[in-house]
Structures are given as C-alpha cells and as structure tokens.
C-alpha cells in the first residue's frame, strides 16, 4: 500500500502509463502534449505554453515567463522515447508558433481545461480513475527518485526551489519503508 498525501496526484503505474501511450491517446498531439509532460516532468501549464522554438532535437526551454513563479529558465533534456513521440506531431493552423495551439480566433494556446477534457475522455475510455494532468509530474520525479538520481538533479529538471517541496511529490511505498528498515543491522 502506498502512503498519498490528500490532495496530490496520483502516481501512474508502468501498465498504465503503457495504455495511456499506446491505447489512450490517439492524437498524436495528446501524445506529444502528455509526453512532454511525463518525460520531462513539467507541469500542464509549461507545457501548453511552449513555442515550437522552443523545442530543439535534444533539449526543451522552459521559458521563465512560463514556468511557476517565473524566476528561470531550465532546460529538460529530450530522451529517445521523447523523441519519437515529437516525431509524429506537427501543430497546424499556428500563425503564433504555439507548440499546442488553441482554438483558432479565440486563445493562442491550448487551454489546462482542454487538456484536462482530453484526459479525462482518454482515462475514461480505458476505465482508469484518479488521475490528473499532474500524475503525470508526479510519477516522472518519483520514478527518478526510486531510479537513485539524486534529489539535487530532480530539483533542477523539477524547477522545485527547494528540496522540501520537491519530496513533497516523490511516492514512498510500504516496501520501500520495510526495504530501507532491513539496511539496519549490526
């Protein structure tokens, strides 16, 4: 059983984060838009608001005046399987270079309440319940975390300021307690 602070976002288990990708969304923009999500760890809102240009073949910018409290700039390196998602989509209809544009005449960007629809529509269809636009945060900086990559790496790919809020998202497991307990020996 897995401890879950009220309010937070559900974590995504491998079997679902395959349906999700290869059953779930069909679009290849969902994919792209949740992907980048996932793969980089950011947050709906940074990925809704990016510019094609600011994605690169390796790497994607967050821009400051896009990322939560707008202090930096940080860049999220693109992993192969990242990479191929990009690969399949190309956003139409973008007189303003938007990554994930929104309704022609209305918004520039695609809206956090679109993309929620889209997920909940998507989770819906594959009967999977409890899951947010932000489990997908969550699990991606919980499964480096569960992968050894130091807590000071996460921060900087998470654009957390602090540790303290960054272990606010990281998942700990019964196992990982009973686990951590049997190091004790003498």
Known sequence: ?????????????????????????????????????????????????????DITKDAITFRKDITKGKLQTRRAYISNDLQQILKEYTPRNNPHNAMFPGKRGVSVFLSRDAADKILRKTCKSLGLEGVSTH????????????????????????????????????????????????????
């Open 135 to 186: 489990s997908f945060r969550r699990t991606a900086l919980t499964l480096m975390s569960n992968s050894n990559v130091p807590l000071r790496h996460i921060q900087e790919i998470s654009g957390h300021r602090d540790l303290g809020a960054l272990q606010k998202y990281l998942e700990v497991t019964d196992k990982q307690i009973k686990d951590a307990a049997d190091f004790i020996k003498f």
């Open 1 to 53: 059983m897995t401890k879950l602070v009220s309010g937070s976002a559900r974590m995504l288990s491998s079997e679902e984060l395959n349906k999700l990708f290869n059953e779930g969304f069909t679009s290849p923009r969902d994919k792209a838009l949740f992907g980048i999500c996932f793969f980089t760890g950011c947050r709906i809102s940074e990925a809704l608001q990016l510019l094609t240009s």
